[in-house]
C-alpha cells in the first residue's frame, strides 16, 4: 500500500491495523536500537514498521507489516549487527 500522501493520523490507523493482526516480532539486543532503525529507515517506509523499547531486560522489538520485511531485517541483524547476532540466534 502506498501511503506516500498519506497523513500522519492516515499512517497511526494503518499501523494500529497490521499491528492488530498480529505481526512477527523481531527482538534486538536494546544497545542495537539505532542500527536497527537505520536500517528500517534506510529500506523501508515509516508505516511498515514499528518499534517497541524495553520489551524485555536489554532488548526492543522490532514489527513489521509483512514476513518478507521481517525476514529480510532478521537477516540484516544476524549479519551485520555485530554482538545482535548471539542475541537473535538463542
Not at 500522501?5 to 494503518?14: G, L, M, N, V
Request: aromatic content about 18%; proline content about 3%; glycine content about 2%.
Amino acid at each position: 500500500m502506498d501511503l506516500s500522501k498519506a497523513t500522519p493520523q492516515q499512517i497511526s490507523d494503518y499501523k494500529i491495523w497490521w499491528m492488530e493482526k498480529g505481526p512477527r516480532p523481531i527482538r534486538v539486543q536494546s544497545d542495537f536500537d539505532v542500527e536497527g532503525k537505520d536500517w528500517c529507515r534506510r529500506n523501508l517506509e515509516r508505516w511498515q514498521w514499528s518499534m517497541s523499547k524495553f520489551t524485555d531486560v536489554f532488548e526492543h522489538t522490532f514489527f513489521f507489516e509483512n514476513d518478507n520485511f521481517a525476514n529480510d531485517f532478521e537477516f540484516a541483524a544476524k549479519n551485520n549487527f555485530k554482538v545482535a547476532r548471539n542475541f537473535l540466534e538463542k
